[in-house]
């Protein structure tokens, strides 16, 4: 039987208090745990880990105690948020699960805006999703109908009805991707508040919770103490015009709720309704083993608009592990015996001003040229096409392009073969790969860090979502082309920096040891299914197993 993992995100901060009960605890235990944790950190890259681990005296202390993968890999080439929650609770890559990106471009919608969010149900007449980036999307229907397969929590359910599968988070994307279309409980952050899906109510205990947070998000607040370990890091950074990173403590005047989110307070809010939710609904108590899935998103919007090596991050960092002791504190308190499984859906890389000066010199912000906008006007100059509606789609400078359905078939594979030979040509492009070349690879199995872009790329693929062509750039270019608008620091690349997360488990009196040879988060569900009596076979899932026992018995078998 398999071991009970609780995912941790080390993005998060909360205060838990109590001690697990041990009976019958032995390593990972024979006995099926009653509650499993987990935590997804919002762009917790391996190198964010191996960074500040002699650090942590908290929760991310505690879980570097009990089993250690510190070379997991989000193994696909679209690292988002979307993509990767979507293989952490269900086993499989990102294409397969139908999540390719956060947007994708689906041209045979009936409305104007063809951009398609991975968490809307665009079949609600009158809805957009609007732009990923602002503080305040389009009006759309939060929902899991994209994902394609059913999480760990869903298969659960299906074994054992009396189980309950809850997830909450700071992005509707991760909640979702993580509980999936069968929950009890879900929630997000949206606005000054956690929500839930369309006509659900929200419970009592969560409303109030909100009015709390209400009361003081649009307060200020001093800045955050300076860790010893941190001082280093405060070196300010200049970007954009007369902007600069590096230096901020998270000190917030009077009418600043907008940036709430994008610090180490949001996370604690986040914890603050996991525990909750423990509480009020007797998570783990009960006679049937239950799962919350909690997605921790301040490492994300903090490495967004300061990057990752700065005195904002380090603060973070410093947060994130004591928010997590915290919450693992009061988890003890509830007496169930619980796993704890903690990982990241992708990594992240610093902003370019500063790497430039940190020993990458060719590090650089994206062409602001390279755009389906601008390829497409230049393709229809030369294939003397008439422009006055896009010949290209794409929901950003890489990624997935789509070639307009208005044209005949034989002017869409000129199209489109013009447009792969201006894109291929740009110095900052790596790779352009066809669709139906990408479709022609066998999924990849193997050390994922051994698989070749196109094997990557073919991870994050599926046939009726990706795009005609799919554009994969350099090494060290962000395609933010300009910081005017907040961010100065993303991800989405097939490289390492953006792919390695770690993965942990941790449960009281669980064998420590530590496995430097690299796993995939898709291993982590059917590891958790084994230890909880969820079987995941292999023909429905990408991953396997990872025998977490440390001893002679295996937690598979």
Known sequence: MRKSIIVTALTASIIFSGSANAEDHNGVGKAQPKLVVAISVDQFSADLFSEYRNSFTGGLNRLASGVVFPSGYQSHAATETCPGHSTIMTGVHSGRAGIIANNWIDLSIEREDKTVYCAEDERVEGTSFGDITAATQGDYIASAWHLLVPTLGERLKK????????????????????????????YWWQGNGFTSLQGRKILPSVATLNAAIAEKIDKARPAYAVPAQCVAHGAKIMHGEGKSVGDYAFQRPDGAASIYR????????ILSAAGILLKELALGQGEATDVISIGLSATDYIGHAFGTEGLEMCIQMSELDRSLGEFFTILDGQGVDYVVMLTADHGGLDLPERMSLQGVPTAQRIDPNLNAKTIGTKVAAALNLPDEKPLLYADGPFGDYYVSRDLSEKQRAQVKDSAIALIAAHEQVEMVLDHDDIAAIKVPRGSPESWTLAERARASFHPDRSGDFVVLLKKGITPIASTQRGYVATHGSPWDYDRRVPILFWREGIQHFEQPLSVMTVDIAPTLGALIGVEITADQTDGQCLDIDGGPANSCE
């Open 159 to 186: 074994k054992s009805p009396e189980s309950r599968n809850v997830a909450v988070a700071g992005k509707d994307r991760a909640a979702l991707m993580m509980g999936g279309h069968d929950v009890d409980e879900i």
């Open 262 to 269: 994008g610090s180490p307070d949001f996370d604690r809010s």
